[in-house]
């Protein structure tokens, strides 16, 4: 059987769950069938589905934008219809977006880690439209790093912000409709009348190749399989003064910064024999972001073996080796850190110089409780 994904499986029964209704869209390039056809295009040309309105996330509609950059509501070309922003002056819709739609339809790729706002944006969306009397239909997709693994810390609730509202995992193991069941019946005040249409022939071992689906980045930073698989750890850079790639054509499978010895320290990294991993000397020159216009040394993180391959330990690891080798010139970019990685604590026991093994220590247990608590918002068996 061929793996289909919701929106697949919507098409095929004829749209049954939007039929009679106005619809909004909250998608972005990401959001393709199988042929690369985009939903936007798929429900806007189906005879049985009122599209009314859009929503952007971050990086916007088109998907173009730079992180952290504001998304502004405007009108699209095509269709004339409006595109509210939910990530500009409002994170979450309005009762006025919010007025004349019957039910918002969530078509996105997420990529299974904390830090990415979508599943944020999303439980917004649950929050507004259960607040307004209005549907949400998700239509899920594939976690591309699998449902089986559940791994790192959890989050302290003074660190909330869009890069982590609630204490999941950095990795949580959930397609976006598993999280958005969770979201809504733990966490939404006024709980939305929700519907998940599920992939049809995914299992939570599967790897994105075993799908047969095509990889459409769902942010600029997010071109390929690779970048994701370091993502996880990698974007932990971005609470330091180091590049994190940002600019290049290697977004976070690279970092270092101007005052870094690659030779130094790729040397050094590889005799720690941390799993699944390897690292290169790599010089580079951001074009954007941090050091744009300057070259800075560094390495590359090559992944090995993946089933090993432990990202957060791993890039925690590498941010406290260059503090080490270069103290006068590292920087923490602490609220930032904090935010990523869900607590103080973490940075305070770097700088006390503990090891990456006693920082997380607890992460074990925290995982083993979510995994607990996630257990009744599951769609999806395993391959065994």
């Known amino acids: 059987m061929t793996m289909q994904t919701g929106l697949e499986v919507l098409r095929e029964s004829g749209y049954d769950a939007l039929k009679g209704k106005r619809v909004g869209l909250l998608t972005n390039p990401s959001g393709v069938d199988r042929q690369l056809v985009s939903t936007y295009e ?67 790729q997420d990529i299974g880690l904390r830090y990415y706002t979508f599943s944020w944006t999303v439980s917004l969306v649950l929050e507004a439209a259960g607040a307004q009397g209005v549907e949400v239909v998700i239509l899920d997709r594939p976690n591309p790093l699998g449902g089986e693994v559940v791994a790192g810390p959890g989050l302290n609730a003074r660190m909330a912000s869009f890069v982590g509202r609630y204490p999941v995992p950095v990795q949580h193991g959930l397609t976006l409709g598993e999280m958005g069941q969770l ?62 790639g940002r600019g290049t054509a290697l977004p976070f499978e690279v970092v270092g910064a101007p005052f870094v010895d690659g030779p130094a320290l790729a040397d050094v990294l590889n005799a720690q024999g941390w799993p699944g991993v390897r690292f290169r000397p790599h010089r580079f020159s951001p074009t954007t972001s941090k050091w744009a216009g300057q070259e800075c040394g560094g390495v590359q993180v090559h992944v090995v073996d993946l089933p090993v391959w432990r990202p957060v330990e791993t890039w925690l690891g590498i941010i406290r080796m260059i503090r080490q080798l270069c103290p006068g010139e590292f920087a923490w970019l602490p609220a930032h850190f904090d935010r990523l990685i869900g607590s103080g604590e973490v940075r305070a026991a770097i700088e006390a110089g503990l090891g990456v093994e006693e920082i997380g220590a607890g992460w074990a247990d925290f995982c083993a409780s979510f995994r607990k608590q996630r257990a009744a918002y599951l769609l999806y068996g395993s391959d065994e």
Request: glycine residues 8%; negative net charge; charged residues 10%.
């Open 183 to 244: 979201l809504n019946g733990v966490y939404n005040p006024t709980p939305v009348a929700l519907s998940v249409i599920p992939c049809a022939g995914w299992t939570r071992g599967m790897t994105w190749a075993q799908t047969g689906l095509p990889w459409v980045a769902p942010s600029p930073n997010m071109p390929q399989l690779s970048t994701l698989q370091q993502y996880a750890g990698a974007c932990l850079v971005e609470g330091t003064n180091l590049s994190e």
């Open 42 to 108: 798929i429900l806007w040309r189906a005879a049985e589905v009122n599209l009314v309105a859009l929503f952007a996330p971050e990086h916007g509609f088109a998907g173009a934008l730079a992180e952290g950059e504001q998304v502004d509501t405007q009108t699209d070309p095509r269709t004339g219809l409006p595109v509210y922003s939910l990530y500009g002056d409002t994170l979450r819709p309005t009762p006025q977006m919010l007025d004349n739609i019957d039910v918002i339809v969530c078509d996105i």
